[in-house]
């Protein structure tokens, strides 16, 4: 196996195996072609893969569901409500308990919107078209407030993300035209 440089971005590295606890180092492993970590102790490898966000853009009576970030990165912006996926669950769940968590409100799934890619992190964000069951939402632990905005009120310049905004434009281009496509993109670094 040939010993890589590691990368040079903001990952963390990997120093120990979590198989065994022993130093690991990162190499291409034979018959793969990209570098991974590798235990030098149990040859366990260990993939790295992209985590996936998954989140609904939530319609009620015209008005979109958008909750203020508590949290880094980007406390006090606006966003769809959206989050990492949990293990034994589908995206669509992931995102129904996403709007639960951030917005304490239940909805019904509508089609999947938007894929965004998004690999200067690692992550691929999955967005779901979806509407408020009830008309009831509230303010979850990650959350410093919710509200109903009119679509004419997005505050669009405080939006805290690229892919909620290209999910939120998309929504609203579908929604004019009365269809519902699902739309794939790559967002880079955001400049701040």
């Known amino acids: ?100 968590e951030e917005a304490l409100a239940e909805v019904d799934m509508g089609s999947m919107l938007a894929v965004v890619n998004v690999p200067h992190v690692d992550q691929v964000h999955i967005m779901f078209r979806a509407t408020l069951r009830d008309g009831q939402y509230g303010v979850g632990e990650e959350t410093l407030e919710s509200a109903l905005v009119p679509i004419e009120d997005i505050p669009w310049d405080e939006l805290a993300f690229p892919s909620v905004r290209f999910s939120l434009e998309r929504y609203l281009d579908d929604r004019r035209d009365q269809v519902e496509r699902l739309h794939m993109t790559r967002v880079e670094r955001m400049k701040r």
Do not use: K
């Open 1 to 100: 196996m040939a010993t890589v440089a590691p990368r040079e971005d903001n990952r963390s590295p990997m120093n120990f195996c979590t198989n065994c606890g022993h130093p690991v180092t990162q190499r291409v492993p034979p018959g793969d072609n990209l570098p991974r970590y590798v235990c030098d102790n149990c040859h366990t490898i260990h993939y790295i893969n992209p985590r996936n966000v998954v989140g609904c853009v939530v319609e009620w009576e015209g008005s979109i569901l958008l909750c203020r970030r508590a949290i880094e990165p980007r406390h006090g912006y606006w966003t769809a409500p959206a989050g990492f996926m949990e293990c034994s669950e589908t995206v669509a769940e992931g995102a129904a308990r996403e709007v639960r």
